[in-house]
């Protein structure tokens, strides 16, 4: 179980195909991880209300409110979160949204589609690195 002091891992994950969405769910409940998902930025956001993650895992391109808002109105309020940006729409297989991604704020980006292992590297190393800052 993926536990930091006694504390279960929460995720947020952020995407509107319900396949992916499904499968990093999946991923990240067999390493232990407590998964809440959204499938667009303002659902996101409500969500956030009721329950602080410890990790947000968001596409870019979405209805009603994309991840590039998400992660805007998300650093307003939560500038040291972690947040892991996937895309696979666009310009250059999404690349260019992930660039903007990152210039609003992601911590990390991948394109799609995102293996187990790559996924899985980006979420340790994201969260390696906030506990090492907060200890």
């Known amino acids: ?3 930091v002091a006694g504390h279960k891992m929460r995720a947020l994950v952020v995407d509107d195909s319900e396949l992916v969405s499904e499968a990093m769910q999946m991923i990240l409940q067999s390493e ?3 998964v809440v998902a959204a499938s667009n930025g303002q659902q996101a956001l409500r969500l956030m209300k009721l329950v602080i993650p410890d990790i947000v895992i ?3 391109v979405m209805p009603d409110m994309d991840g590039l808002e998400f992660i805007r109105l998300l650093r307003g309020f939560s500038p040291d979160m972690p947040i892991l940006a996937i895309s696979g729409m666009g310009p250059e297989g999404g690349k260019l949204y992930l660039k903007q991604a990152e210039k609003l704020g992601a911590d990390l980006t991948l394109s799609k ?19 090492r800052m907060a200890g």
Request: hydrophobic content about 40%; cysteine-free.
């Open 113 to 131: 589609p995102v293996n187990r292992e790559r996924f899985l590297n980006a979420v340790n190393s994201l969260l390696g690195m906030r506990y």
């Open 1 to 3: 179980m993926k536990q």
């Open 58 to 60: 968001t596409d870019v």
């Open 32 to 34: 232990g991880f407590k």
